[in-house]
């Protein structure tokens, strides 16, 4: 009798364990594929955003693990040395920074942090105790439905690993984990320029100088009078003692060695300290990060122009008379590819909306700021957003219950992306999630209530300091139509600083005397009816050899070719992308020109002499 009550009792004990064993499968803690780890969060790619959600899901007690695919850790941050950073702020000037990248900008700010030394030990502290391992190739997927089960990789040594997880975080530039997952991107840039092959941001190759006096340079621009400093560098261009952006007079002057390929776009420079400066500003194009020849290619295209930049920047920034090449970064920050369904797309009306959510997990700004790509050298902006929120489900993917993104996978329309992507807001997005998903250990995220999250949102607030839920940001859109709000998410209406709506696709040409005017940045838009031209590049055109811009008078003085005598224009001006536009035809007019529109060409012809055409 007593072997039937042992065998029965050994029998509910085996019941036990494997259903004791498959809830704890379940919550990612075992597994029963041998051979195989379990985490709660495994991370593919070592973006500096994904480590914040790594940093925080760790030390909240989850079982984390980061795989990189390539043999380097840090992507845009170390690989790409993309080092100059950018701060996000309300129209109050008040910065919306939260969360540990704050730290991060103070460090920065204080000059702590500048050089490539610094930003990898402050990486490698961010990251330390976390298990991670380079040159991770994923190999296959195991999902039976819409849950990945696991994933299989090869390491260094080309042996094959399985590791199963509660939670995929794709954390890279390029996808790896969506694109192994099969799933089609959203249309892009390509949509917006009615071009047929796939179009992207222009990457950057992040230009490193030795030798500059930037003392000397901070204290010569802030010595010349606004109508030079506008003049010689832009209206909008800024220099402190840390950082300097702005100079498209100065660019404007370079001619590319390939300008099929490449395009000098404003500078935005960093002060490294010790007479180094590192900068933003030399763009290549056709960069498909999930393709390495191509940034191969585009990083010997850059390498090409660099000599020439250099002499460049001696003959027209002061303090830069000495400047010299100071080694090369490893790869390129690349700006953008492919936009994926997640379960919320973020759209410019959002952004210009100050639209809060309820699971919202970051509070963003900036610009809207599409840059330069093949089919728009310059790029443009299409407005300034007040504040923004972003929702947790624009980092839920669509077609996989258990998958993250962050960083610039961030759902988000190909407009709406020009703010969504910029740094801040994606780190805090991530810090965020890694927090909710040691909250709500198990639970789908996707399930979550607004209970829950509003429960969330309390703990951000007193327990970290970070306030999820502010008041909406000001709208930018009210009173605009349903009609122009959908020209707006697509890209076709920029909203000016003063609520004047401009139009610049499709672009604009504009012909004198039928030679076609090269605007060597922002190309003529429409402005209530109205085309405006960059100031400059139209006189030149007219004979003008000098020209001054004085803003605060609304007033350009030029002489023309051949003369000495200063002329000047009283004339009403706008500022669109740091350039200073004017009233075409009143400009034309002016100098007793006649300009003629041809509305199926989008093309103004200008005629000095109408007898003689």
């Given at each position: 009798?007593?072997?039937p009550?042992?065998?029965?009792t050994l029998?509910?004990v085996?019941?036990?364990?494997?259903?004791?064993?498959?809830?704890l499968q379940?919550?990612?803690v075992v597994s029963?594929l041998?051979?195989?780890r379990?985490?709660?969060?495994?991370i593919?790619?070592?973006?500096?955003?994904?480590m914040?959600?790594a940093r925080?899901?760790?030390?909240a007690?989850l079982r984390?693990k980061?795989l990189?695919?390539?043999?380097?850790?840090?992507?845009q941050l170390?690989?790409?040395?993309m080092l100059?950073?950018?701060?996000t702020f309300d129209d109050?000037g008040?910065?919306?920074?939260q969360?540990?990248?704050?730290?991060?900008?103070?460090r920065?700010?204080s000059g702590e942090?500048?050089?490539?030394?610094?930003?990898k030990?402050y990486f490698?502290?961010?990251?330390?105790?976390?298990p991670?391992?380079?040159?991770?190739?994923l190999?296959a997927i195991?999902?039976?439905?819409r849950l990945?089960?696991s994933?299989t990789y090869?390491t260094k040594?080309?042996k094959?690993?399985t590791?199963e997880?509660?939670?995929?975080?794709?954390?890279?530039d390029?996808?790896?984990l969506?694109r192994q997952?099969g799933?089609?991107?959203?249309p892009?840039?390509?949509?917006?320029y009615q071009?047929?092959q796939?179009?992207?941001?222009?990457?950057t190759?992040?230009m490193?100088?030795k030798?500059?006096?930037?003392?000397?340079?901070?204290?010569?621009?802030?010595?010349?009078?606004k109508?030079?400093?506008?003049t010689?560098?832009?209206?909008?261009?800024?220099?402190?003692?840390?950082?300097a952006?702005g100079?498209?007079?100065?660019?404007a002057r370079?001619?590319?060695?390939?300008?099929?390929?490449?395009n000098?776009?404003?500078l935005n420079?960093?002060n490294?300290?010790?007479g180094?400066?590192?900068?933003n500003?030399?763009?290549v194009?056709?960069v498909?990060p999930?393709?390495?020849?191509t940034?191969?290619?585009?990083?010997?295209?850059?390498?090409e122009?660099?000599p020439?930049?250099r002499?460049?920047l001696r003959?027209?920034?002061?303090?830069f008379?000495?400047?010299e090449?100071?080694?090369?970064?490893k790869s390129l920050y690349?700006r953008e590819?492919?936009h994926?369904?997640m379960e919320?797309m973020?759209q410019?009306s959002d952004l210009l909306?100050?639209?809060?959510?309820?699971?919202n997990?970051?509070v963003?700004?900036?610009f809207?700021?599409?840059?330069?790509s093949?089919s728009?050298?310059e790029g443009?902006?299409?407005g300034?957003?007040?504040?923004?929120?972003?929702?947790?489900?624009?980092?839920?993917?669509?077609?996989a219950?258990?998958?993250i993104?962050?960083?610039?996978l961030?759902?988000s329309?190909?407009?709406?992306y020009g703010s969504?992507r910029?740094?801040p807001?994606g780190?805090?997005?991530?810090?965020s999630?890694g927090?909710l998903l040691a909250k709500?250990?198990?639970?789908?995220?996707k399930q979550l209530?607004a209970?829950?999250?509003?429960e969330?949102h309390?703990i951000m607030?007193?327990?970290h300091g970070?306030e999820?839920t502010?008041?909406p940001?000001a709208?930018?859109?009210?009173g605009?139509?349903?009609?122009?709000?959908q020209?707006?998410n697509e890209?076709?209406i920029?909203?000016?600083?003063?609520a004047?709506?401009?139009?610049t696709l499709?672009f604009i040409?504009v012909?004198?005397?039928?030679?076609e005017?090269k605007?060597?940045?922002h190309r003529?838009v429409i402005?209530?009816?109205?085309?405006?031209?960059?100031?400059?590049e139209l006189?030149k055109?007219?004979?003008?050899?000098f020209?001054?811009?004085?803003?605060d008078?609304?007033?350009?003085r030029?002489?023309m070719?051949?003369?000495?005598?200063m002329?000047?224009?009283?004339t009403p001006?706008n500022?669109l992308?740091?350039r200073?536009l004017v009233n075409?035809?009143d400009?034309?007019?002016?100098?007793?020109y006649?300009?003629?529109?041809?509305?199926?060409?989008?093309?103004?012809n200008?005629y000095?002499?109408?007898?003689s055409?």
């Amino acid at each position: 009798m007593k072997r039937p009550i042992l065998r029965y009792t050994l029998s509910i004990v085996v019941v036990v364990a494997v259903l004791t064993g498959y809830m704890l499968q379940r919550q990612g803690v075992v597994s029963f594929l041998p051979g195989t780890r379990s985490y709660d969060v495994v991370i593919i790619g070592t973006e500096l955003e994904g480590m914040y959600l790594a940093r925080r899901a760790n030390d909240a007690g989850l079982r984390v693990k980061i795989l990189e695919p390539s043999s380097e850790i840090g992507g845009q941050l170390l690989q790409g040395e993309m080092l100059y950073l950018d701060e996000t702020f309300d129209d109050q000037g008040k910065s919306l920074l939260q969360g540990s990248i704050k730290q991060l900008f103070e460090r920065y700010y204080s000059g702590e942090i500048r050089k490539l030394s610094e930003f990898k030990s402050y990486f490698n502290q961010l990251i330390r105790g976390i298990p991670l391992e380079k040159n991770a190739k994923l190999t296959a997927i195991d999902k039976p439905d819409r849950l990945i089960r696991s994933l299989t990789y090869e390491t260094k040594n080309g042996k094959t690993q399985t590791i199963e997880s509660r939670y995929f975080v794709d954390n890279t530039d390029s996808a790896e984990l969506i694109r192994q997952l099969g799933i089609q991107p959203l249309p892009g840039l390509e949509s917006l320029y009615q071009v047929p092959q796939k179009e992207y941001m222009s990457a950057t190759y992040m230009m490193k100088f030795k030798n500059v006096d930037w003392e000397k340079f901070y204290g010569s621009f802030w010595q010349l009078s606004k109508p030079e400093r506008t003049t010689l560098y832009g209206p909008e261009t800024y220099v402190d003692a840390n950082i300097a952006y702005g100079f498209p007079p100065i660019v404007a002057r370079y001619e590319l060695n390939n300008p099929d390929k490449a395009n000098l776009r404003g500078l935005n420079i960093l002060n490294q300290k010790d007479g180094e400066v590192i900068i933003n500003a030399l763009q290549v194009y056709d960069v498909d990060p999930s393709r390495p020849e191509t940034i191969a290619s585009a990083m010997a295209v850059a390498k090409e122009e660099m000599p020439r930049i250099r002499d460049l920047l001696r003959q027209h920034i002061i303090g830069f008379e000495n400047v010299e090449l100071n080694g090369e970064p490893k790869s390129l920050y690349v700006r953008e590819y492919n936009h994926y369904p997640m379960e919320y797309m973020l759209q410019a009306s959002d952004l210009l909306g100050g639209v809060m959510h309820p699971d919202n997990v970051s509070v963003g700004g900036y610009f809207i700021d599409i840059q330069g790509s093949r089919s728009n050298r310059e790029g443009f902006a299409i407005g300034k957003p007040d504040k923004y929120g972003i929702p947790l489900r624009s980092y839920l993917l669509k077609d996989a219950d258990n998958v993250i993104v962050t960083g610039k996978l961030v759902g988000s329309s190909y407009v709406a992306y020009g703010s969504a992507r910029i740094q801040p807001n994606g780190a805090l997005a991530a810090e965020s999630i890694g927090l909710l998903l040691a909250k709500y250990k198990g639970k789908d995220l996707k399930q979550l209530t607004a209970e829950q999250m509003s429960e969330f949102h309390a703990i951000m607030r007193n327990t970290h300091g970070i306030e999820l839920t502010p008041s909406p940001g000001a709208s930018k859109i009210t009173g605009m139509t349903p009609e122009d709000i959908q020209d707006l998410n697509e890209g076709h209406i920029t909203l000016l600083s003063n609520a004047s709506q401009a139009r610049t696709l499709p672009f604009i040409r504009v012909f004198f005397n039928d030679q076609e005017v090269k605007f060597t940045a922002h190309r003529p838009v429409i402005i209530d009816g109205k085309t405006w031209s960059p100031a400059e590049e139209l006189l030149k055109s007219f004979g003008a050899s000098f020209v001054r811009i004085d803003l605060d008078h609304k007033e350009i003085r030029y002489t023309m070719s051949g003369s000495t005598e200063m002329k000047s224009i009283a004339t009403p001006l706008n500022i669109l992308n740091n350039r200073v536009l004017v009233n075409l035809r009143d400009i034309s007019d002016y100098f007793g020109y006649k300009t003629f529109w041809d509305n199926p060409k989008r093309m103004i012809n200008i005629y000095s002499n109408l007898e003689s055409n």
